[in-house]
């Protein structure tokens, strides 16, 4: 029987604890409110503080100054004046003051003094709870006899929380010097921090030596790697499990598409990686938008569950006849014109957002970010270095991430005429349903209808584009690529990768094994 796995760590107060994991880090972590602006935004500030001041009532003396802190930090004017001046730039409150209390946690985290750093997670706290006083939604407690596992813990949810039933806290970062750890030892709750990243599930068994500073785990739990070097692109193979080839031996890969959070779990990775996931579908309101840890819990889940198969993210594909809830409200949007990558770099604090979950969640898998509605090469060159930049932020907060290799969506017909010009791209991958719309210049509405006659001219600007990608990883993920009628015009355009909706993969996989490669059908057939 394999052993327990057991962690070196720090210890921030002795004692000693077991009990169930509560992991910390959610995907329903609560979704603000954009309305009201800033009036909207003092409430919120004003329910914080009477919350504060209610949890004070009864608190020891060091509790209390914890408690004063925070209460003093949002009756700071600079703070308010900071918000109000993102919002007055057009920014969504939700965004303004995600922003501006981020700036202030990024300063501290960079400081030269522990007891500075320490405070970061104070800052956390208060920008978590106006969140969710934004949202109606409180910050929620979790179980008493729970050992807290998480990056790190706010202040007044160690003070809100039942210790009487025992329960002790495993940090994968944290401070001796925070206020948690303070309070920790002042109330006798065993606690450790500086384990880094390691595996666990809620309800998994977790013990906390504080004595001599180490996480006992499960059998089967490990330590997640720290930072590792960027990624090679999505590759054009399939292992040998799953391997797939045409009638006369050429090998193909066939993947699948996900257009929502609930076929995640129905991902099998002993078949199929993931060509395209459709990220908008996971957010439903541009407060989701503003929520890093929702969406790094999100695409975390894809990723750990395709296993060792590649993952192609796409980011935010919205506007124009895609609406985000919430996005109407945004100051000098114009109705027409912006949409996907357009739309990101006009409104980067909601594309700083994605990239920095994407960032997050590439260590956990074989994660490539997909770029939606390129027309032009700087548009790639501009997103790559808004990454470039989160990047630098998150290894100034000692977070862990890896930059994941960067393609585009070929479904601008300029584009696609143009891929040798696209030397930034790490791969490329073609969208048919909105190039077909765009070559036939149908509506929407009218698209289905239209799509038999324009696939001849979708056929021949495949072919040409496929010579232009100088042999850099290419695939197909729109709705051509999962009806077999098109699947002979497809491989003769030299197309060896395939993404599918789910459903549509066991006809793909027949239909490609009775043709060759050059689209032609195999002899006997």
Known sequence: MA???RLKAKSASPGIASGPAFVAERPDAPAPSTAGGYDALEKAIDISIGELERLADGADAESRDIIDFQIEVLRDPTIAEATGARMEADENVVFAWVATLDAYIGELEAADEEQMRARAVDILDIKNRVLGALAGTPIGDFPPGSVFVGKDMEPSRFLAHDWSKGGGIALFSGSTAGHVALLARAKSVPMVIGIGRFSAADGDPVSVDGNAGAVILQAGSMLIPPLAPAQEPAGDTQTAAGELRTADGVPILLSININDPA??????????????????????????????????AIYRRVLEQAGDRPVIIRMLDIGGDKPLAGLEDLPGLPASGLRGIRLLLARPEIARV??????????????????????????IDRMRELFREEAEKLGRRSLLHRMPPIGMMVEVPAAALMLDTFGSAAFFSFGTNDLTQYLAASSRDDIDADAGNAAPAVLRLLAQAVKLTAGKPVSICGDMAGNPHYLPGLLAAGLRHFSVAPARRPAIRSAIIGLNADGTRAAGE
């Open 3 to 5: 052993e327990p796995l």
């Open 263 to 296: 076929e995640i779990d129905a991902l099998d990775p002993a078949t199929a990686g993931v060509g395209l996931m459709r990220s908008e579908f996971s957010v439903a309101s541009i407060a989701e938008a503003a929520n890093e840890e929702r969406q790094l």
């Open 354 to 379: 994605q990239a920095r979950a994407l960032l997050r969640a590439a260590v956990f898998g074989r994660l490539s970010v997909m770029l939606p509605m390129v027309t032009f090469p700087d548009e």
